[in-house]
């Protein structure tokens, strides 16, 4: 055991455990090769011709790239305009992984290439659906309420003082 603060030393107790993980979110580094890594796939997808006849001709839209804390491994979010049937791509986009991952060696300058992992992005049509909720009106009523009471709740702290 470590004589300081009794933590364990390096991989001993809760300092060493938690000496791996990032609970303040991804550093400026991960953010900016991912933000190269999305712009460079965002090129090959405008460009390219993929010989897989699933994407032959389809539009895709690469809106976020998440890198993991050791640059192995990068989530790539993916979209098609106008379309949410994207989740019928992914499986074609996975086979075309490795000669993805080959392109963004030709391009990036770094140490590993990760390996690229598809998912689709529901950010979007999450987006739409929480704006068409609160445009209902139901809970347009229910909010004009609650934004009276809030005027209300000031205009009694305003006299207060």
Do not use: C
């Amino acid at each position: 055991m470590s004589r300081r603060n009794g933590t364990g030393g390096k991989t001993g107790g809760p300092a060493g455990y938690l000496a791996g993980l990032s609970t303040s979110g991804p550093s400026q580094r991960q953010l900016r090769v991912g933000e190269e890594v999305r712009r460079v796939l965002a090129e090959v997808f405008a460009r390219a011709a993929f010989r897989d006849p699933e994407l032959a001709g389809v539009s895709i839209t690469v809106t976020e790239v998440r890198l993991s804390p050791d640059f192995r491994h990068a989530t790539v979010f993916v979209t098609r305009l106008g379309r949410s049937d994207v989740a019928a791509l992914l499986p074609a986009l996975k086979r075309v992984a490795p000669w993805l991952r080959t392109q963004l060696a030709h391009t990036l300058r770094l140490r590993t290439v990760p390996e690229l992992h598809f998912q689709a992005d529901t950010a979007l049509d999450t987006a739409m659906y929480v704006d068409t909720l609160l445009r209902l009106p139901e809970v347009v009523r229910d909010l004009g309420h609650a934004e009276a009471a809030d005027v209300d709740e000031d205009d009694e702290d305003d006299t207060a003082r």
